[in-house]
């Protein structure tokens, strides 16, 4: 059997699966990402998804695990942080073999089944992960707090802004106008302020959250959101650009997507395929969710991929929403 491990800043989807591809499990447990959890969460929050994967499995040790693909969230931005990974998963997986990788390339396998292709994922961040016909692969992206153009984190600061833009005027007063007092429970504007720098402004995924106000302005015809959302499919699309200059894919690429913002629909749908198609892209659905990607690396490095359990895989995978 292998594990693969879906690591992300919000949530953290562990899975085990025979060589043939049978799934024996898929749990949700906490975030991994180094930067929020720091070291020592990190290692914690491994121990117990272990303890808890191979326990719902119904494997008695660890023993029975061939090989583990670990996708952690923040992987090759930083020399420091890619060999505190490292240490934790040699201390909790011990000589059982790990292949780690950035969580857009399990994206990226599971989207195209190991096949060539750009996968791009917008979730609290945004990142693009591809591979071409030659095995190269590159990424573009993920560049947290400096950009993450088009991401839930992007979008919820662009909330944020939309709001002080409408309050002093310069932009109409519309839906998220409301929306935002209404959420903080202000008749001040200025009243948002307090709550904004203690409660969100410190974490990256309940500033994300704040686009759900967005969205929901949007939906009530608010015209600035509606155009943010256009915007954030465009700059997400843009992603393939920095994947197509580092690979041989000159002449556009199939792309694939993945992650929440995706699950906005035609508000960021629409434009992130006009872009793309404008460059000569196709883009296609994914074949498999990322956590599924995981459990295909895995197979590959304990040499057991084949047709037949990469297709019970996407099999599986298409079940799960």
Not at 303 to 316: K, S, Y
Request: hydrophobic share 40%; aromatic share 8%.
């Amino acid at each position: 059997m292998v594990l693969g491990i879906d690591g992300g800043g919000t949530k953290t989807l562990y899975s085990v699966c025979a060589f043939d591809g049978r799934v024996h499990c898929l749990l949700r447990r906490s975030p991994i990402a180094l930067i929020q959890c720091g070291e020592d969460g990190l290692r914690n929050a491994l121990r117990n998804g272990l303890r808890d994967v191979l326990r719902e499995a119904g494997i008695p040790t660890r023993d029975r695990i061939s090989a583990v693909c670990l996708g952690a969230p923040c992987w090759g931005e930083s020399v420091i942080g890619d060999q505190t990974i490292r240490n934790v998963a040699d201390e909790v997986f011990g000589d059982t073999p790990v292949y780690i990788c950035n969580d857009a390339e399990i994206a990226c396998a599971g989207s195209f089944a190991l096949n060539p292709g750009i996968n791009i994922v917008a979730g609290t961040g945004a990142i693009a992960f591809g591979m071409d016909a030659h095995g190269q692969t590159a990424r573009c992206g993920g560049w947290g707090h400096f950009a993450d153009e088009g991401s839930g984190y992007w979008l919820g600061m662009r909330t944020l802004s939309l709001f002080c833009k409408q309050a002093d005027g310069r932009l109409p007063k519309q839906a998220l106008y409301r929306l935002v007092r209404k959420k903080f429970g202000v008749k001040w504007d200025f009243g948002v302020i307090d709550p904004i720098l203690e409660e969100y402004l410190p974490h990256r995924d309940k500033v994300a959250s704040l686009q759900l106000i967005l969205l929901e302005a949007a939906k009530q015809g608010d015209t600035s959101a509606i155009e943010s959302y256009r915007e954030a499919g465009r700059e997400i699309a843009l992603n393939a650009d920095g994947i197509m200059s580092k690979l041989n894919l000159k002449g556009g690429a199939n792309v694939s997507y993945s992650g929440g913002i995706f699950k906005v629909g035609s508000l960021v749908m629409d434009s992130f395929r006009e872009t793309l198609e404008a460059r000569g892209c196709t883009v296609v659905q994914p074949l498999a969710p990322p956590w599924t990607g995981a459990l295909m690396l895995a197979l590959r490095l304990a040499g057991q991929v084949t047709p037949h359990a990469l297709g019970r895989l996407i099999e599986f995978g298409s079940k799960d929403d």
